[in-house]
């Protein structure tokens, strides 16, 4: 499994971006997906997940700003932010869960650099 953030960069307080993961290679048994981020000096942090059946949880700090949307048909999943405040400046990674031969497994994008400042 492959996976192709895109989409970070700079935007102002109170601004919006949408952030893209393209996954290719084997994607059967896919149990979950989701978005992370990892602030400079701080442990990664779930954003979102969204399991196979749509269920989503979300972070507190993003709840009301930050949608998380899948294409299915193109393998692709999206973070819309809106509202971004400076505490969101981070590493945004995209993630997906695997369930093969009853073994988990976690792939990881290379993430995107997103910067929230005036």
């Known amino acids: 499994v492959q996976l192709q953030a895109s989409g970070g960069g700079l935007v102002r307080p109170g601004g919006s971006l949408r952030l893209s993961c393209a996954a290719s290679?084997?994607?059967?048994?896919?149990?979950?997906m989701g978005w992370y981020r990892q602030a400079p000096g701080k442990k990664r942090e779930m954003v979102v997940a969204i399991s196979t059946g749509g269920s989503e949880a979300y972070g507190d700090s993003v709840k009301g700003r930050f949608t998380i949307a899948r294409d299915d048909a193109k393998n692709m999943l999206y973070l819309h932010m809106t509202n971004l405040k400076p505490e969101d400046t981070a590493i945004y990674y995209c993630?997906?869960?695997?369930?093969?031969?009853?073994?988990?497994?976690?792939?990881w994008g290379q993430g995107t650099l997103v910067t929230v400042s005036s």
């Open positions: 290679g084997s994607l059967s048994g896919i149990i979950g």
């Open positions: 993630n997906l869960d695997t369930l093969v031969s009853g073994t988990i497994r976690e792939w």
